[in-house]
């Protein structure tokens, strides 16, 4: 399973770093993305990482404010958020990629999700 934490409520203008954690799953090997969802909305793609870190994927949304990366050990993934608006209130979520499914936008090519985790920015 995954398992998201570091979301919270914060004013805007700050920042927030989110962590996805694998257990009895491997992430090392695989492609990983944070998506987003607010009450009454489609889950939204923030960003994804391939398998080595080396490549990445980023909504436009959050291009230049967010930052995905993985961690040494390669079975956690993290997403660095800053310069966090209202725009950006959802419950987070990671999910694994499917084999070969490269660093996709679309949430039929991710396998494995997390619970997801709240983020608010308050004006």
């Known amino acids: 399973q995954l398992v998201e934490s570091g979301g919270g409520l914060v004013q805007a203008g700050n920042s927030l770093r989110l962590s996805c954690a694998a257990s009895g799953i491997l992430l090392g090997g695989y492609a990983v993305g944070w998506f987003r969802q607010d009450s009454g909305k489609g889950r939204e793609f923030v960003a994804a990482?391939?398998?080595?870190?080396?490549?990445?994927n980023y909504a436009d949304s959050v291009k230049g404010r967010f930052t995905i990366s993985r961690g040494d050990a390669g079975n956690t993934v993290y997403l660095q958020m800053d310069s966090l608006n209202t725009g950006d209130r959802a419950i987070y979520y990671c999910?694994?990629?499917?084999?070969?499914?490269?660093?996709?936008?679309?949430?039929?090519?991710?396998?494995?999700w997390g619970q997801g985790t709240q983020v608010t920015a308050s004006s």
């Open positions: 990482i391939n398998w080595s870190g080396s490549n990445t």
């Open positions: 999910a694994r990629g499917k084999c070969n499914s490269g660093l996709s936008a679309t949430y039929g090519n991710y396998d494995y």
